[in-house]
């Protein structure tokens, strides 16, 4: 081994020896005397209390007036940041809904249907949900969706391969209507595709996909989505 070649070597240990001790002191932390304890707890509950008052007044008074701007009713909405919305279509809100984090909302407009989106009352939608709509989807009153759910009224694309390359639209016959009864719970990361209804009181695991219709008072699972469990309460016979 040459001069250089040792030189190099030193350098290249020296280096990593520094990085190891830079890791150590940045993972070590900073000591805390005890009699600061309570002042670094004040420090970040204020700190924690004037992020919720920040995010609570851009909520009511910008997210919610953008949002107000451009759908129907949504009397007490309760929102947190403003969604993204793409292309043109129809909101209809009930009353004291909230929806949390951010959301997405896509319309597909087409020349035979104007794409709605119906949310009833008092439903809670969670962060990172998306709307894929290019027909309709309705949920209904007190609701649960949970954050990542996304649901779908078309394919997104043609299955024609053709069509697919030519960069065509959906046509009418791949749109088909969601609609999600009233009292549902949909978990997190669950898809619901094209042309289910979801019966009321039932609830959809965590990432779970349903294809298709979701009897009233019911708990589906699975990939595709299969009814695990009954809801019904079972009629008692007294003595």
Aim: charged letters at 20%.
């Amino acid at each position: 081994m040459n001069r250089e070649e040792s030189e190099t070597q030193m350098r290249i240990k020296g280096a990593m020896k520094m990085k190891s001790t830079v890791k150590r002191i940045l993972h070590a932390g900073v000591p805390v005397p005890g009699l600061l304890r309570p002042v670094v707890r004040m420090v970040y509950r204020i700190g924690v209390l004037t992020a919720e008052l920040l995010r609570w007044a851009y909520g009511g008074l910008i997210a919610a007036t953008v949002v107000k701007s451009v759908a129907e009713g949504g009397q007490r909405l309760r929102i947190e940041r403003i969604p993204y919305m793409r292309g043109g279509g129809r909101i209809v809100l009930g009353s004291d809904i909230y929806i949390s984090g951010k959301i997405g909302i896509g319309f597909s407009r087409h020349s035979f249907t104007v794409p709605t989106l119906k949310v009833g009352d008092r439903t809670f939608i969670g962060h990172d949900c998306v709307f894929a709509i290019a027909g309709q989807v309705t949920i209904g009153n007190d609701c649960l969706i949970a954050g990542g759910v996304r649901i779908q009224d078309n394919d997104g694309h043609p299955l024609d391969p053709v069509l697919r390359r030519e960069g065509k639209a959906v046509t009418a016959e791949n749109i088909w209507p969601v609609v999600i009864g009233s009292n549902v719970w949909i978990a997190s990361r669950a898809v619901i595709l094209k042309g289910v209804t979801i019966g009321d009181n039932s609830v959809v695991g965590a990432g779970a996909v349903v294809t298709k219709n979701v009897p009233s008072d019911s708990v589906v699972a699975g990939s595709p989505a299969r009814v695990v469990r009954s809801l019904r309460r079972q009629e008692v016979e007294h003595p």
